[in-house]
């Protein structure tokens, strides 16, 4: 009895759980375990090769892929995971994790609709580690290095913290981001900020949540600070910095009727938005040479009040040496600026100025849709080309004329009350 209960009872219990533990069917019942219970807390399709306990509440897992739930896309593949219980939360270490880029918006709005939105999520802080993080599709593939993220869920809100940097980054510089989930406003809210580095961040990084930075060249990059808050009526958002590299011919000649190409900076000591529409700007654009079309430069002589001087174009362009604007936009209107000396030109080519400051009146903001399209006969071009930028431009403010005034130039905007009306 003593050998049976001390000996060979024993060796049955720890022989039969090494065979159990070791089979494959075993492996796969644990694989599937982990994958129900990750796919329930992310809200996407979790499917895992392997995963096996390693001893102190640590797991290895292998072939890690997260799928969107409707279209069954991957969104994430990563080749290794060592997963650790600690006195501080869950952390992570992921080995050559790869991100659809294609997909990637869809991957954020799961993420955030899922984790962020819920209450209900696990409280124990989560943190994420990888030397590398591939940002990959069909056409192209860009990484971004030491990255870190931690995540805290609480009844109050959420907090997502991340820390990344460029190839192009110092090695102890990095860029941070933050999203958070308030749920002690009504309704609930959420927001994030963003601030780079020296360095600054490739725009291509941002397209599938803004796809309309692809309008700024495939090579910009924005170096500063963003921060944005969900409302009821729209994002409101704040931002300062510098878009370098600005491909001025994607950004107008593609777009537009008129002809311009160079490359810009764009700088933006204050740009405040309300509700999804642009509030107050102050910056700076400037360039160091390119091309400009005859067109473009009747249109801001016209539309801008600017002073043009005459030069004779061959097939309607010219070659400018250098261009340099100070700017403010608001629902007061827009007003033109040459940096440094007010008598400053604001176009300059090898024979002297080509557009200088006629006076600092304020222009009604859809004087800039006047400027990139044709002359036509209406107050507001409506055109697929005009629709976003009227959307994001500030409200002029109302102007009411007598109904027997003679109709504005196409430069400004009034309105008629209708009880003026006789």
Same mark, same amino acid.
């Given at each position: 009895?003593?050998?049976?209960?001390?000996?060979?009872?024993?060796?049955?219990?720890?022989?039969?759980?090494?065979?159990?533990?070791?089979?494959?069917?075993?492996?796969?019942?644990?694989?599937?375990?982990?994958? @129900?219970?990750?796919?329930?807390?992310?809200?996407?399709?979790?499917?895992?090769?392997?995963?096996?306990?390693?001893?102190?509440?640590?797991? =290895?897992?292998?072939?890690?892929?997260?799928?969107?739930?409707?279209?069954?896309?991957?969104?994430? @593949?990563?080749?290794?995971?060592?997963?650790?219980?600690?006195?501080?939360?869950?952390?992570?270490?992921?080995?050559?994790?790869?991100?659809?880029?294609?997909?990637?918006?869809? %991957?954020?709005?799961?993420?955030?609709?899922?984790?962020?939105?819920?209450?209900?999520?696990?409280?124990?802080?989560?943190?994420?580690?990888?030397?590398?993080?591939?940002?990959?599709?069909?056409?192209?593939?860009?990484?971004?290095?030491?990255?870190?993220?931690?995540?805290?869920?609480?009844?109050?809100?959420?907090?997502?913290? =991340?820390?990344?940097?460029?190839?192009?980054?110092?090695?102890?510089?990095?860029?941070?981001?933050?999203?958070?989930?308030? @749920?002690?406003?009504?309704?609930?809210?959420?927001?994030?900020? =963003?601030?780079?580095?020296?360095? /600054?961040?490739?725009?291509?990084?941002? %397209?599938?949540?803004?796809?309309?930075?692809?309008?700024?060249?495939?090579?910009?990059?924005?170096?500063?600070?963003?921060?944005?808050?969900?409302?009821?009526?729209?994002?409101?958002?704040?931002?300062?910095?510098?878009?370098?590299?600005?491909?001025?011919?994607?950004?107008?000649?593609?777009?537009?009727?008129?002809? %311009?190409?160079?490359?810009?900076?764009?700088?933006?000591?204050?740009?405040?938005?309300?509700?999804?529409?642009?509030?107050?700007?102050?910056?700076?654009?400037?360039?160091?040479?390119?091309?400009?079309?005859?067109?473009?430069?009747?249109?801001?002589?016209?539309?801008?009040?600017?002073?043009?001087?005459?030069?004779?174009?061959?097939?309607?362009?010219?070659?400018?040496?250098?261009?340099?604007?100070?700017?403010?936009?608001?629902?007061?209107?827009?007003?033109?600026?040459?940096? /440094?000396?007010?008598?400053?030109?604001? =176009?300059?080519?090898?024979?002297?100025?080509?557009?200088?400051?006629?006076?600092?009146?304020? @222009?009604?903001?859809?004087?800039?849709?006047?400027?990139?399209?044709?002359?036509?006969?209406?107050?507001?071009?409506?055109?697929?080309?005009?629709?976003?930028?009227?959307?994001?431009?500030?409200?002029?403010?109302?102007?009411?004329?007598?109904?027997?005034?003679?109709?504005?130039?196409?430069?400004?905007?009034?309105?008629?009350?209708?009880?003026?009306?006789?």
């Amino acid at each position: 009895m003593i050998f049976c209960a001390v000996c060979l009872l024993p060796t049955l219990v720890v022989g039969t759980a090494v065979i159990v533990f070791r089979t494959p069917l075993y492996r796969a019942a644990q694989a599937d375990a982990w994958q @129900r219970w990750l796919s329930s807390q992310l809200g996407v399709e979790v499917q895992l090769a392997e995963i096996r306990a390693c001893g102190g509440r640590r797991w =290895l897992a292998g072939g890690l892929e997260c799928r969107d739930p409707e279209s069954h896309a991957w969104l994430v @593949r990563v080749r290794s995971a060592d997963i650790a219980r600690t006195a501080r939360g869950w952390q992570v270490l992921l080995g050559q994790p790869q991100v659809n880029v294609r997909h990637l918006s869809r %991957l954020a709005a799961l993420v955030h609709e899922r984790v962020m939105q819920h209450s209900h999520v696990p409280q124990t802080p989560i943190q994420l580690a990888s030397a590398a993080v591939e940002l990959t599709d069909e056409s192209r593939s860009e990484s971004i290095l030491d990255v870190r993220s931690a995540m805290d869920a609480q009844a109050a809100g959420a907090e997502l913290l =991340l820390e990344f940097r460029t190839p192009t980054s110092a090695p102890d510089e990095r860029m941070r981001m933050r999203f958070v989930r308030n @749920r002690q406003l009504d309704p609930p809210a959420s927001g994030w900020e =963003l601030h780079t580095d020296a360095a /600054g961040l490739p725009c291509s990084v941002a %397209l599938p949540w803004l796809p309309a930075l692809r309008h700024l060249g495939a090579a910009c990059v924005f170096q500063g600070s963003v921060w944005c808050e969900q409302r009821p009526a729209g994002w409101d958002a704040e931002l300062r910095g510098t878009f370098r590299a600005v491909d001025l011919q994607q950004l107008v000649t593609r777009q537009f009727p008129h002809k %311009l190409s160079g490359s810009a900076e764009f700088t933006l000591r204050r740009c405040t938005i309300d509700a999804g529409r642009v509030t107050d700007v102050q910056g700076r654009l400037v360039s160091a040479g390119g091309m400009i079309s005859q067109s473009l430069l009747d249109a801001a002589a016209q539309t801008l009040g600017l002073t043009l001087y005459a030069r004779a174009a061959a097939d309607g362009l010219l070659a400018y040496q250098d261009l340099a604007v100070d700017f403010s936009l608001s629902a007061a209107g827009l007003v033109l600026a040459p940096p /440094g000396s007010p008598d400053a030109p604001l =176009l300059t080519d090898r024979d002297g100025p080509l557009l200088s400051v006629r006076d600092r009146v304020p @222009r009604s903001p859809l004087s800039l849709v006047h400027l990139l399209v044709p002359q036509v006969d209406m107050q507001v071009p409506a055109t697929r080309e005009t629709a976003a930028i009227v959307q994001a431009l500030p409200l002029p403010e109302l102007s009411v004329r007598p109904a027997t005034a003679q109709r504005a130039t196409y430069s400004t905007l009034e309105l008629v009350l209708p009880s003026q009306r006789r």
